[in-house]
């Protein structure tokens, strides 16, 4: 009976559980952590973004980007390389020291004095620079290397003088075209004002008269521009005043001769009356020159048309 128990005792013990298996560890996706905050660690289970950044999240963040830590390496070397670079040179700010400044010249190829650059822009094709063109761009490469730093860099002042002249080229454009139709607008003004063969005898008159007077300037000055971009030769006002003088001398050539290269006509034509008349008391022979006489009553006439003239005025 005893071993009849034992046996129905051995026979109703449970088995003794075997132990579960372990549950294997997951890394973290670099995604997951970012949303949960969590340090991924790396393959080998070690946080090497938590271990690099600390309590700094910025820089936890920012290292998300890196896959692990031979990527992140070769960043860093790839930046220390080009920061180390003896051709690279930080470009000197306000607190820099002469010697910071002289070095980024140096490296750059910035001249020690303005006039020292050179200019490899060019001014468009038939443009010309004139006096003012050039002192303008002395000026401006003078502000500019007075500047220092990346302003006074050869390449910034060639693009300086290369948009100069850009902005001249399209300032002359504009200013030819203004005047062009400038002088259709007189043109048709005076066409109002001497209709018909009137116009062209009137216009006639006062470029006679004004090549007469102003000479061989005539061309630059009838070509002074205007702010509105008119020119003065197509001026309105001052083509009828010239039209007026031509009427009143052209027909008179002793006045035009007095009038020549801007000289007051009527103080002219009286000078020499004066000069002729003092001859009846230092040489009365000449005085009585049919030469003289002759001149003197071209003289006495001439004056007395151009005084007639203006009381008709």
Do not use: C
């Not at 005893?2 to 075997?18: F, G, H, Q, R, S």
């Not at 060639?158 to 075209?177: C, P």
Request: hydrophobic residues 35%; aromatic residues 8%; charged residues 30%.
């Amino acid at each position: 009976m005893a071993d009849e128990a034992a046996e129905t005792v051995v026979a109703e013990a449970p088995a003794k559980a075997a132990p579960a298996p372990k549950a294997e560890a997951k890394a973290v996706p670099a995604k997951a952590e970012a949303a949960t905050g969590e340090s991924a660690p790396s393959d080998s289970g070690y946080d090497w973004r938590g271990k690099l950044a600390g309590e700094d999240a910025k820089f936890r963040k920012e290292l998300d980007r890196f896959t692990d830590e031979g990527s992140f390496a070769k960043a860093y070397k790839d930046v220390r390389s080009k920061a180390t670079d003896p051709r690279r040179v930080s470009i000197p700010g306000d607190d820099a020291t002469d010697e910071d400044r002289a070095a980024y010249a140096k490296a750059r190829g910035i001249p020690e004095s303005p006039d020292k650059y050179e200019i490899k822009a060019k001014p468009p094709q038939g443009y010309e620079p004139n006096e003012t063109d050039k002192e303008r761009l002395t000026d401006i490469t003078a502000f500019l290397h007075g500047k220092g730093g990346v302003y006074a860099d050869p390449a910034v002042i060639n693009a300086a003088h290369e948009l100069y002249y850009r902005e001249a080229e399209t300032a002359v454009a504009y200013a030819l075209a203004t005047a062009a139709r400038q002088a259709e607008l007189t043109n048709e003004a005076l066409g109002k004002l001497w209709p018909g063969p009137e116009k062209n005898r009137n216009v006639g008159f006062a470029k006679a008269a004004a090549a007469h007077y102003f000479g061989k300037e005539w061309g630059d000055i009838a070509d002074m521009q205007f702010s509105d971009g008119s020119l003065l030769g197509d001026n309105v006002q001052f083509i009828k005043a010239m039209a007026r003088i031509g009427r009143e001398t052209m027909e008179d050539p002793i006045f035009l001769e007095a009038g020549r290269n801007g000289a007051d006509a009527s103080k002219s034509i009286q000078s020499e009356l004066d000069g002729l008349l003092a001859l009846r008391a230092s040489n009365r022979g000449k005085y009585n020159s049919p030469e003289t006489q002759k001149r003197l009553a071209e003289l006495y006439d001439a004056k007395q048309r151009h005084e007639d003239r203006s009381a008709s005025h």
